[in-house]
């Protein structure tokens, strides 16, 4: 499993890659990947990283596992290949920035025009076996991403961190929030669409807040 990703993100990871945790998962992704069929594509597994630089990083949203159907998965968190159908979460997603923004639902599910302005796509879990939810969670990745939401706490500030759901909200112990912004909602799956994160305006709020500290906002 080669760990492709910038340089300043390796830097930030390195103290984890050479844990006996992480060689273990290493092994067990491996093997995976040469025996069954997994997702997303091996050199996608580190894209989130790749598709949004350290130095630019403004927002994090963070998913649970990779989406486990064919042609699916991009290694960017609730992002589908380009031509691929919308899964009910990301339909739901759009339905939001459609009413929050008045803007037009995207035809395209590949979000990594989001990434590249400073958005990191961050799966709990990179690697899923085809059909089989959770089929690598409490492998090691967990404790890997955890990891990276830890420094990033720590080594920047006025981070927007949008989670959504209450597995996403539990990462919520490892963000310093007196240092970063953070927005809360159900996740947009079908289940908790409708128990307030339709309304929940983290698109507009999360340009509000950027706009508040003279960055950038993102065009969602």
């Given at each position: 499993?080669?760990?492709?990703?910038?340089?300043?993100?390796?830097?930030?990871?390195?103290?984890?890659?050479?844990?006996?945790?992480?060689?273990?998962?290493?092994?067990?992704?491996?093997?995976?990947?040469?025996?069954?069929?997994?997702?997303?594509?091996?050199?996608?597994?580190?894209?989130?990283?790749?598709?949004?630089?350290?130095?630019?990083?403004?927002?994090?949203?963070?998913?649970?596992?990779?989406?486990h159907?064919?042609?699916?998965?991009?290694?960017?968190?609730?992002?589908?290949?380009?031509?691929?159908?919308?899964?009910?979460?990301?339909k739901?997603?759009?339905?939001?920035?459609?009413?929050?923004?008045?803007?037009?639902?995207?035809?395209?599910?590949?979000?990594?025009?989001?990434?590249?302005?400073?958005?990191?796509?961050?799966?709990?879990?990179?690697?899923?076996?085809?059909?089989?939810?959770?089929?690598?969670?409490?492998?090691?990745?967990?404790?890997f991403?955890?990891?990276?939401?830890?420094?990033?706490?720590?080594?920047?500030?006025?981070?927007?961190?949008?989670?959504?759901?209450?597995?996403?909200?539990?990462?919520?112990?490892?963000?310093?929030?007196?240092?970063?912004?953070?927005?809360?909602?159900?996740?947009?799956?079908?289940?908790?669409?409708?128990?307030?994160?339709?309304?929940?305006?983290?698109?507009?709020k999360?340009?509000?807040?950027?706009?508040?500290?003279?960055?950038?906002?993102?065009?969602?």
């Amino acid at each position: 499993m080669e760990l492709k990703m910038g340089d300043l993100w390796k830097i930030i990871v390195e103290s984890e890659i050479v844990k006996p945790y992480f060689k273990d998962l290493t092994n067990f992704v491996e093997a995976e990947y040469k025996t069954q069929r997994c997702f997303p594509p091996k050199e996608a597994i580190f894209h989130a990283f790749n598709c949004c630089s350290f130095e630019d990083l403004k927002v994090v949203i963070i998913g649970q596992d990779p989406y486990h159907d064919e042609n699916q998965a991009n290694g960017l968190c609730f992002s589908v290949k380009a031509g691929t159908k919308h899964p009910a979460s990301l339909k739901n997603i759009f339905k939001e920035i459609q009413t929050d923004l008045n803007q037009q639902v995207p035809k395209n599910g590949d979000l990594e025009k989001w990434a590249v302005q400073g958005v990191l796509l961050l799966n709990a879990t990179l690697t899923v076996r085809a059909h089989v939810a959770g089929s690598h969670q409490k492998r090691g990745w967990e404790t890997f991403t955890n990891a990276v939401i830890a420094e990033i706490s720590a080594k920047k500030e006025n981070i927007v961190f949008l989670l959504w759901g209450k597995f996403a909200e539990s990462k919520i112990n490892f963000i310093d929030t007196e240092k970063h912004k953070i927005l809360i909602a159900p996740h947009p799956s079908p289940l908790g669409a409708w128990r307030g994160w339709f309304g929940s305006k983290h698109f507009s709020k999360t340009n509000t807040f950027l706009k508040s500290i003279g960055a950038q906002e993102i065009s969602w």
